[in-house]
């Protein structure tokens, strides 16, 4: 059977399908990414590509299903209860929906759900995270021609690998962008692709690996009081201009020719604030773009750093509770990995979006202080719960959601010490497997 007759016999289906809880996905903003994506159906009455993008949101929400267990589980059947369609015609579907669409739904829900959450400032900037992570594709012919492989002058990864950058709302752990490419693309690469969409007003924690004098004068060029801030990276050269305090100094970077090559509109010279800072008996130093003290009091710059290790935490939302720690994808060809990709993404998001209406709920927690473990299967099983319900019964769905949010509330956060350790170096040779038997 063809899918888009099939996915017509599904749209007479009197059961509630995901589509219909328009406070997650608008029918109408997907419709336009289609359109935009060149994607979109002819008559609306079948909707074949609307119901493929659930089918991509649900390999991200029902990652332990096949894809033939997947499309029942969204009701994605004909009404006589036989499945509605072969996995290889699913496959199809996926080919002709892209990753273009995905990509713009992504955009427009982040856009959108930023500007309903009110997420907390700092001195009047929303604190970002920009770092970079890894994923594994199935070492199939297409992957291993189009992706990398991580490796050694010894070995290769034994599977080809995606590395993507992403930036996030640190309060919320939603997130604002991404890029990805193949693992042999470095990650400054990616994080320029990032400076053009990163919203005014905000303060960019980067991690020490980000340092790159070029990125960093655009991003803070770029916009309108676009402020970065990273650790010092060791045996950095600067001067100092002038003190603000005892550990507080103005410095100024001096730009190599190699860098100016790269970054047209990079001066020889750009100034910044490097602050200095004890913890637990260590100097700290911190480099950022706030140079104004009076706008900026130094008290509480140091300890913001802190808050980078939220994107961390995202990242092991997405691998280990989302994807139950399966951590190679599903998709054997590239233009669908990105589509699997953007989906993921897109399906983290639209669980932290509900965790941000549930810690709304609750008096001064933010959504970072909630389990996203408990809260998204939660979520998730409420969503399944949705085929069963009548449409007038879906707003109290909705609401129990909100209702519940209090039992995933976390405790405080311990307060712990993982001091970095050398480990020892592989051997460059094999090592020789003893023969012997031992007899008892």
């Known amino acids: 059977m063809q899918l ?32 935009q994506a060149g994607v979109a159906t002819i008559r609306k009455r079948k909707l074949p590509m609307e119901q493929m993008v659930w089918a991509v949101v649900g390999m991200a929400l029902f990652r332990k299903y096949s894809m033939r267990q997947l499309v029942n589980q969204l009701d994605i059947i004909l009404p006589n209860g036989e499945p509605y369609v072969a996995p290889r015609a699913v496959t199809q579907a996926r080919k ?60 290769k990864a034994s599977y080809p690998q995606v590395r993507m950058v992403c930036q996030m709302e640190l309060t919320s752990h939603l997130l604002t962008q991404s ?21 005014d007003n905000s303060l960019t924690l980067f991690d020490r690996g980000f340092y790159s004098l070029g990125l960093l004068n655009r991003w803070h060029s770029t916009g309108i009081s ?35 090559k790269k970054f047209a509109d990079l001066p020889e010279y750009i100034e910044a604030r490097l602050l200095t800072k004890k913890v637990n008996g260590k100097p700290r130093q911190i480099l950022t773009s706030m140079v104004d003290a009076m706008q900026f009091p130094a008290a509480d710059i140091v300890d913001l750093y802190e808050h980078r290790w939220e994107i961390e935490l995202g990242f092991r939302e997405m691998k280990q509770s989302l994807l139950d720690s399966q951590f190679t994808l599903r998709s054997n060809q590239p233009e669908l990995i990105k589509q699997e990709l953007w989906g993921i993404l897109l399906a983290y998001n639209l669980i932290r979006y509900q965790m941000i209406l549930m810690a709304k709920s609750l008096d001064g927690i ?46 405080a956060r311990r307060e712990r010490s993982y001091p970095r350790e050398l480990k020892c170096s592989k051997n460059r040779y094999p090592v020789k497997k003893s023969n012997t038997v031992h007899l008892k």
């Open 4 to 35: 888009s007759s099939a996915l017509s016999q599904v749209s007479v289906n009197n059961f509630t399908e995901f589509t219909a809880l328009n406070e997650l996905l608008d029918p109408d903003l997907v419709s336009n990414a289609l359109s």
């Open 366 to 411: 933010h959504p970072n202080q909630l389990s996203f473990h408990g809260a998204s299967m939660h979520i998730i099983y409420q969503l399944t719960m949705l085929p069963f319900c009548s449409p007038g019964n879906i707003p109290k769905y909705v609401m129990d959601i909100t209702k519940s949010a209090k039992q995933f509330v976390l405790p």
């Open 96 to 155: 002709k929906l892209g990753h273009q669409a995905i990509e713009s739904i992504f955009n427009q829900t982040q856009s959108l759900w930023h500007e309903k959450s009110e997420h907390p400032t700092w001195c009047g900037l929303s604190l970002l995270g920009v770092d970079g992570v890894v994923w594994r594709t199935p070492d199939s012919k297409e992957n291993n021609e189009y992706f990398g492989r991580t490796g050694n002058q010894h070995s």
């Open 179 to 199: 890029a990805f490419d193949s693992v042999d693309v470095n990650e400054m690469h990616l994080a320029k692709k990032l400076i053009s969409d990163t919203p």
């Open 226 to 260: 676009r402020h970065w801030l990273m650790p010092l990276k060791k045996n950095t050269q600067y001067e100092v201009v002038r003190s603000l305090g005892r550990q507080d100094k103005v410095v100024c970077l001096t730009a190599c020719p190699q860098a100016r």
